[in-house]
């Protein structure tokens, strides 16, 4: 069965980018509305075209053509402007994710900064532990000598004893061993009196030794409570950034739906476009009648 023009009654349509145009006037026709007008039932629901005019068109049926020409163009007015609603979201997102990728940066910033305080810190804190060691070491070796002169003026002591005790027993007479009680009493206090210097000197060198042991003791506690602080700046910006990373994931994905978007919105503004202009053409045509 030959297919007519609904405008110019000509039978010679061809397909054109999978659309029928006729020859003679230039009205195009969908897949679904040759199969109508073929009697043959569509492939898949879709609202029926207005009917177009006769090469007689009535008044009414002009109206109908008109009123179908202002339904589609209202439907490309707002498939343009959801075009541009969804291009308006596309830039909030893009200025969403730059001012994102800004708080990144800083952060990135922040972390390297972060890094090098650590590294002076790890620099401090092994100078430090240093101190401390040789402090130690030092304290040990002042109570190992001090130990040991105690230990020397305890038999010097018992020796001196000893001594005094023979010096007793001894008769105004016995002068020699008196004169050599004597000299080696002598020798005792001397001695007693050099362990004491050197104990008091031991002393002087823990006392003098003390305020830089605290020093570097305090030192020790502010390194170890600046690296808590550091530890945890470090921790609040991995846990940002990793958040910012799910955000701009979101975002990203966000993005890509409205791109997907205005993709079909441009699909569908070109297929509207196109219909519009052979309702164009029609129109054209039946002013010329």
Sequence with gaps: MAIQCEICGSTNLLKENGVFVCQSCGLRYSVEEIRRMMGTPPSAPTPPPAPAPQPNAT?????????????????????????????????????????????????????????????????????????????????????????????????????????????????????????????????????????????????????QTQPRWQAALQESQRIQTEAQQIQTESQQIVAEHEKILAENARLRADADRLIAEAKKLDEDYAKEKTYLKSLYVARDFLKKK
């Design 59 to 207: 008044a009414e049926e002009k109206n109908a053509l008109e009123e179908r020409i202002r339904q589609t163009e209202a439907i490309c007015q707002e498939l343009l402007s959801k075009k541009a609603q969804t291009e308006e979201k596309s830039l909030k997102l893009e200025a969403e994710m730059n001012r994102l990728n800004e708080r990144i940066d800083q952060l990135s910033a922040k972390k390297k900064g972060l890094d090098a305080r650590i590294a002076t810190i790890c620099q401090r804190a092994e100078e430090n532990g240093r101190l401390l060691t040789s402090f130690n070491e030092r304290e040990q070796e002042i109570q190992r000598q001090a130990a040991e002169l105690r230990a020397r003026g305890d038999v010097i002591v018992a020796r001196h004893g000893v001594l005094m005790q023979e010096k007793s027993r001894l008769g105004p007479y016995d002068t020699r061993r008196l004169s050599e009680i004597d000299r080696e009493v002598g020798n005792i206090l001397r001695e007693v009196d050099s362990l004491n210097a050197r104990l008091n000197a031991l002393g002087s060198e823990q006392l």
